[in-house]
């Protein structure tokens, strides 16, 4: 596995592999990497030529209040899981070298997607997240970039991002990977103390109810669903809810009628960690035929 740190030499071996034809699988991530992370690591590798990662915790996506500094870094540990996977190339970089002196072009959503779900609590979080994965993008030259489904709302911008901006590539969207319990995988995790993580769970049960609920009992009415979903969370002692909504997931839109293609999002807090989950629902088109005369 090689490790690259220099944008110029990440970019000069991107060209060398584009001359040749080659298809690149790209996997950004922030580190403190889990199976989440390897999965789809094991995919870029499977499906392309080449494999490549990032590691870069993003400054510019960190409101004043969240934590930049407190978040978990590993790139020793993360490089040893990487090339165990099969990663070809690791790409990691320094904010100073990302955002050079002067830095003022960034990538901005409409707010009717970004400025809902985790947005609507973290002003300016997908301006950042978005302007460091366009950089990435034009560096790596992706031929597929892969990312998880249970950074949902993220991965819903940055796919309309490579469409609107014509990033020639596609981005790919896999499944949550989950613990036994069905908690969903993520970095902070580790920040759970032992009650935390044995009530995070409800999280993952509240969505997955709610799907049934929709998916296999009929309910047309998002009210009763989200109210069922969030009596299950709020039955944790130390859950606090921060939001638990059900939105069309190509426009991020709320959604009253439950038809067609949905998720069902949610952000809860235990003590000071912010778990986020969600779980993707289809529901056919309920509405009757007229009736013949």
Known sequence: MIQLKDIKKMSALAEKWARQGKTVGFVPTMGALHEGHLSLV??????????????????????PKEDFSRYPRDIQG?????????LDVLFTTTPAEMYTEGFATYVLADEGMAGVLCGARRPGHFRGVLTVVAKLFNIVRPTVAYFGQKDFQQAALISRMAADLNFPLKVAVCPTIREKDGL????RNMYLDVRERAQAVVVSRALFEGKRIIERCGECDSRKVIKKMRAIITAAPLARI???EIVDRATLKKSEKLEGKLAACAAVFFGKTRLIDNVLIDVPNRRRAPKKK
């Not at 094991?42 to 409101?63: H, L, M, W």
């Not at 969903?184 to 970095?187: E, K, Q």
């Open 42 to 63: 094991r995919t870029a590798k499977r499906e392309n030529d080449i494999a490549v990662a990032s590691i870069f915790v993003n400054p510019i996506q960190f409101g």
């Open 78 to 86: 993360d490089s040893k899981k990487l090339k165990s996977a099969g």
């Open 184 to 187: 969903a995988m993520s970095s």
């Open 242 to 244: 921060d939001y638990v």
